[in-house]
């Protein structure tokens, strides 16, 4: 607590100022984000560990095989430029929330494809609701997190895609053995139902009577010129 002396001789007092601590809810926020970015990590991971089986049935080239993984990395490129004023613009959760929708959609319907093109178009479209990922969870942790945490913040958040990987390489093989390339794509749709459950509900885009309004906010035309 420190005190806060008033400039005005007619009214010379001496009042408190409280520093608050950080809302414990932040942890709630890190760990919901967490989730998020293992779900966007894991599904991209799903690729390495189907192609071969999905190869075969599509009757994949190895250089078609290539292309469709540069088909997911074209959209997530561009998501991850966009993705940050578009989080700017309208809030983190909500471009979380909106953009795992049709990234569970486009997972679930790769399960579908019939043909190389086909792969390629929703890899392509998966990337690009896979992209914002990353600023909408980096955006969060930089509101709610003090300076002097936030090194402990982002270390926990970039443990997503050693965990998401590990997860990946140990279910998705047994997943496709017992059922096949198809379901899988199809229970990862659905298991993205859930993550988007947990990140309306328990996603806050700033601690409650937190000031965060931007002035200035760069257009995109100002920043790329």
């Known amino acids: 607590m420190t005190a806060h002396v008033s400039s005005n001789p007619a009214t010379l007092s001496v009042a408190p100022v409280v520093h608050q601590s950080p809302p414990a809810y932040r942890w709630v926020i890190l760990f919901t984000a967490l989730l998020v970015l293992i779900t966007s990590f894991g599904l991209r991971l799903a690729w390495g560990n189907a192609g071969g089986a999905a190869a075969l049935d599509l009757h994949l080239k190895p250089s078609a095989q290539g292309a469709v993984v540069s088909a997911f990395f074209a959209g ?117 139902v859930l993550v988007i459950a947990a990140a309306a509900l328990l996603l806050r885009n700033t601690p409650r009577g937190a000031e965060t309004a931007v002035p200035n906010r760069p257009s995109i035309k100002s920043t790329i010129r």
């Open 76 to 192: 997530y490129i561009l998501a991850n430029f966009m993705g940050g004023f578009v989080v700017d613009k309208v809030g983190a959760r909500r471009t979380l929330c909106f953009a795992l929708v049709p990234f569970g959609l486009f997972t679930a319907g790769f399960g579908l494809v019939q043909n190389p093109a086909e792969a390629m178009v929703l890899q392509f479209l998966m990337g690009l609701s896979a992209g914002v990922s990353f600023a909408g969870t980096t955006k969060l942790i930089a509101l709610w997190f003090p300076a002097n945490e936030r090194g402990r913040a982002f270390g926990l958040l970039a443990t997503c895609s050693s965990i998401a990987l590990t997860l990946a390489n140990t279910l998705f093989p047994t997943l496709i053995l017992r059922f096949s390339w198809r379901e899988l794509y199809f229970m990862l749709g659905g298991f993205t």
